[in-house]
């Protein structure tokens, strides 16, 4: 029934001969996701700080 879901939205999967290969997904180590995390963090305090200075005046 979502076949057309899977197949559009995650690659799918091809089969040949009965053989069944997958599409690779790239992995995302601690660095990057330390580094995503910081920038998620950082984008908060400057909204905060923003919304924060123009409440003050």
Known sequence: M??????GWYGGTT???????????????????????AVVLAALVLAWEIKRRRARN
């Open 15 to 37: 089969t040949s001969g009965g053989s069944t290969s997958t599409s690779s997904v790239p992995e995302m180590d601690a660095a990057s996701g330390t580094l995503a995390i």
């Open 2 to 7: 979502f076949d057309w879901f899977w197949n």
